[in-house]
């Protein structure tokens, strides 16, 4: 049910973000000013998405994933553990901050939190621990293909 509404609010945030059209100058600053002055976690997430997606900038990008991340904006936590995975290499602080998002993420059911923490696990040589987390990703979204693909393959 969890992963339902996680799914249908990244939906909402989406059509929400094509609607209004960021670019084309859509309410920037209430949307900030709700982050920023309301610690509004899913404020925080859409000016994470526009830094990301619109504006290419990670850099700027990560710091509202980390609030919206603080703010228990589960998928914030995922996109944030991305933008940091992607600075370091296996073993670094980097992935290992990265898994922690990834974890917290997992544990609030999410299926791409626990899929990104196996891939983590992964590429660092932990098979076993891995297809663990491929198969609760996959248990937790029945569709989630890789996710399914992933911990079948592993569990051999």
Known sequence: MKQLLY???GLLLVMSVAANGYGAGMNDEKILK???ED???F????VGEKYRVLDRDNKNALIYFE???AGDHILGCVHQGNLVQNKGQ???KHWKKASKLFKKACDADLDAGCFNLGT?????GRAKKAQKFYQKACDLNKDHAAACK???????
């Not at 983590?120 to 660092?124: A, F, I, P, Q, S």
Request: proline letters at 0%; one cysteine or more; a positive charge.
């Open 39 to 41: 610690k509004n976690a």
């Open 67 to 69: 609030k919206a991340c």
């Open 150 to 156: 992933n911990a079948k393959n592993l569990k051999r």
């Open 7 to 9: 799914t249908l609010a």
């Open 120 to 124: 983590l696990y992964y590429r660092e």
């Open 90 to 92: 296996q073993y670094s």
């Open 34 to 36: 709700s982050c920023e």
């Open 43 to 46: 404020a925080c997430f859409e």
